[in-house]
């Protein structure tokens, strides 16, 4: 099985980017192989509209973007994998613009003529909610503000891969990142750790 990680963050060494790591490592323990895309060490142009990846070759599992850059890649990695780490931190009330970024340009993965704008498309790898998804949001704002402040990005995030039926199992916040106790992100660390075993075993469990 494969786990995926997406770091969102551009600090390598941040709370977002460790809180991933543990939760990777809660699914290695349970016999998965995980890997990370930072997507700061990778280059994604911005999408330029120009909606070719989805209008044409309704054959292909992953559509063609003209643009030239790390995304083509990245997509053979995103669709070869059994479940997710999606983590973000909410910059301005939102998810960051490099993770933003990021899920504009997995349009490819959709097929929709022309004649069909006005509709939602279906996924061109069809999954049936078989990969699941957990989901990390740090912030700066305690927990009490997660409403404000997390809900906005798990939205963001969790709609997209609605629609390319993947199930997302859990919404985490972890707010008050930057005057966090070391005590206290410990004991967030170890709820992480716990979320990759759960994201794995649900796997297994829902896959038989
Ligand atoms: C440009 C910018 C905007 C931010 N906006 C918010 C915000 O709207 N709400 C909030 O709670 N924290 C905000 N923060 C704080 C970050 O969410 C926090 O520093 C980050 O989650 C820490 O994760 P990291 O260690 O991976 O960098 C912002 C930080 C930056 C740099």
């Known amino acids: 099985m494969i786990i995926r990680g997406i770091l969102g963050s551009p600090r390598l060494k941040g709370k977002c980017s460790k ?15 995980t890997t990370r895309i930072d997507l ?43 479940g997710y780490v999606l983590a973000s931190p909410v910059y301005d009330v939102s998810i960051s613009s490099l993770m933003k ?9 959709f097929y929709r003529p022309k004649e069909a704008y006005a509709t939602i498309s279906a996924p ?13 949001v740090t912030g700066n704002c305690g927990d009490e503000y997660r409403e404000l402040m997390g809900d906005p990005c798990f939205e963001m ?26 005590e206290t ?13 759960t994201l794995v075993r649900r796997i297994i469990a829902e896959g038989q």
């Not at 970024?101 to 993965?109: A, Q, S």
């Open 124 to 136: 061109r790898t069809p999954c049936a909610f078989k990969k699941k998804t957990v989901m990390i």
């Open 157 to 182: 995030l969790e709609s997209q891969l609605m629609v390319e039926q993947i199930e997302t199992i859990e919404k985490l916040y972890v707010g008050g990142v930057e005057n966090m106790t070391e």
């Open 40 to 82: 700061i060490k990778c280059n994604i142009k911005h999408c330029m509209g120009c909606c070719r990846c989805m209008t044409t070759d309704p054959e292909l599992e992953i559509g063609r973007c003209p643009l030239k850059d790390d995304m083509a890649q990245l997509l053979e990695l995103y669709t070869k994998a059994d």
């Open 185 to 197: 992100f410990r004991e967030k660390l170890q709820y992480a750790h716990h979320l990759g075993e």
């Open 19 to 33: 809180l991933l790591q543990e939760v990777l490592n809660g699914a290695e323990s349970q016999g998965a192989s």
């Open 101 to 109: 970024k990021f899920l504009e340009r997995k349009l490819p993965l």
